[in-house]
């Protein structure tokens, strides 16, 4: 995990009033580690040693922050990934059946000309300064092969 991450999440959280604690930290480190967004449960595995009334909190408090957002998906809980000023923009492959997802980097053109189509979308109803946020469904590995 590089420093920047670090100095980023640090800054946010003080420009939020909050203080960047070692807990907090350690969270950063797990989300920024893993390479896909990731569910309670699975934090609370690797960290086994903090309560997960204080895993709440703090994920809470660096939302608020924005150092971390919450990825919405079919499942009951949200998952939990860091802010895109902290990792660069991407995208997600989701997997229909199991629920599994991944972190994907789309090509540079690719992106542009989404963008580029997207902008005209949303300006034709009004919107400007328009970001995307873009899943992609499908059948991961495991689940492809038991299909
Ligand atoms: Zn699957
Ligand atoms: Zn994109």
């Not at 709440?56 to 660096?62: G, I, M, P, T, V």
Request: net charge neutral.
């Amino acid at each position: 995990v590089t420093a920047t991450v670090h100095d980023t999440a640090e800054r946010r959280l003080r420009d939020a009033g909050q203080r960047y604690t070692s807990q907090r930290r350690s969270l950063v480190d797990l989300l920024a580690r893993s390479g896909h967004p990731l569910t309670l449960p699975d934090i609370l595995r690797s960290r086994r040693q903090l309560k997960q009334s204080s895993v709440y909190r703090n994920l809470a408090d660096l939302e608020h922050a924005g150092v971390v957002r919450r990825v919405m998906t079919d499942e009951e809980h949200g998952r939990y990934e860091l802010a895109e000023e902290l990792t660069g923009h991407h995208h997600h492959l989701v997997c229909a059946r199991c629920g599994t997802m991944r972190d994907v980097d789309v090509p540079d053109d690719v992106e542009r000309s989404l963008d580029r189509s997207l902008d005209r979308i949303a300006g034709r109803a009004g919107f400007a300064s328009v970001s995307h946020r873009l899943d992609l469904i499908g059948l991961c590995a495991d689940c492809a092969a038991t299909a």
